[in-house]
């Protein structure tokens, strides 16, 4: 599924830009996998992972929601946040 959402993302974007992953849990292998997928899918291209991601929400959408807010205050540029799970 994240190698899905770095392609969908190339897609979108060709040119790139910097973004952010907000995550469940680092603990959870699952969602580790996207992760790691998203990167992969994402190598080589003119795509720019921020310092910090990704974040962890604990699986809880309100602290997903202010990780985002976070994430776009301390980059203004950032050109997209991708979440690898559902909260």
Do not use: H
């Not at 790139?16 to 992760?35: C, D, F, H, Q, T």
């Not at 998203?38 to 929601?65: H, M, Q, Y």
């Amino acid at each position: 599924f994240g190698t899905a959402l770095g392609k969908q993302l190339l897609k979108l974007r060709p040119d790139g830009g910097k973004y952010a992953m907000i995550s469940g849990g680092p603990g959870a292998e699952n969602l580790a996998e996207r992760v790691d997928g998203v990167r992969e899918a994402l190598k080589g291209s003119k795509w720019i992972e921020v310092g910090g991601s990704p974040t962890f929400c604990n699986d809880d959408p309100a602290l997903g929601v202010q990780q985002m807010t976070d994430l776009r205050t301390a980059t203004p540029d950032l050109a997209a946040i991708i979440p690898v799970g559902g909260w």
